[in-house]
């Protein structure tokens, strides 16, 4: 029985996971919090007065603690509203991540289930450059996470004020690398950094600079900054 993810999926999992955490709080600001409808048919979410393009990205069974990668869900395989969960499957088996590349994923060995299942839709977000997921009770035996693939959500810009929290946020997630964190999310901004064998040091647009510091145990122990460059 497996109760933990595996090494390759913790791998990719924190290279995404302060840009996921970004990703999310953006979304946030405009996914409204009220009655939601979905017609996977045409790939469309409505809540509160928003319409949003989506795809189906999985589905988590909290009876039988098991996760359905949306490919995999024998009344929608195959169709338009999938293929963006296709794509992790493919993700998966090209870079050796089993949690990616099978049709489900067995959570029974779990502490927590359903924080299992929102780290698999978290992940597939990222890996997609997918500007958030959703996630929602579909009934009693059912929560449905969708993808959203609407050009009306813009990509979270870098804003130096929150990088110290996002780093830290990314780093509480999953507690493997923070290392790795820091580097996913640089790269994801295409900052330029420079590696020490303390410290990661990046430089923003309009020359920011930001030294993210570590301990000996490789957690985040500062995250200072400079306005440009001074």
């Known amino acids: 029985m497996t109760t933990t993810f595996s090494e390759p999926f913790l791998r990719v999992a924190e290279h995404h996971a302060a840009r996921g955490a970004e990703q999310l709080e953006a979304l946030g600001l405009v996914l409204p ?33 098991s996760w359905l990668w949306g490919w995999a869900n024998p009344g929608f395989a195959g169709t338009p509203v999938t293929a963006a969960s296709a794509r992790l499957a493919e993700f998966g088996r090209a870079y050796g991540v089993p949690e990616l590349a099978e049709p489900g994923v067995d959570l029974s060995g779990f502490a927590d289930p359903r924080h299992a299942a929102e780290a698999l839709a978290f992940t597939g977000m990222g890996v997609l450059g997918a500007p958030g997921y959703i996630g929602q009770e579909a009934g009693p035996e059912t929560r449905v996470y969708f993808v959203p693939q609407d050009p009306a959500l813009r990509p979270a810009p870098l804003d130096p004020v929150t990088v110290p929290r996002m780093l830290l946020t990314g780093a509480g997630l999953f507690g493997h690398d923070a290392r790795a964190v820091v580097r ?34 490789g957690r985040i122990a500062s995250v200072d900054g400079t306005l440009g460059g001074n």
């Open 33 to 65: 919090d009220a009655p939601w409808t979905a017609d996977l048919e045409r790939g469309v979410y409505e809540s509160g007065g928003l319409t949003l393009r989506v795809g189906l990205l999985g589905t988590f069974d909290p009876a039988a603690r």
């Open 184 to 217: 996913g999310y640089f790269g994801h901004h295409g900052a330029s950094v420079t590696e020490d064998a303390d410290a990661i040091t990046a430089l923003l647009p309009n020359r920011h600079t930001v030294r993210v510091s570590f301990d000996p145990q």
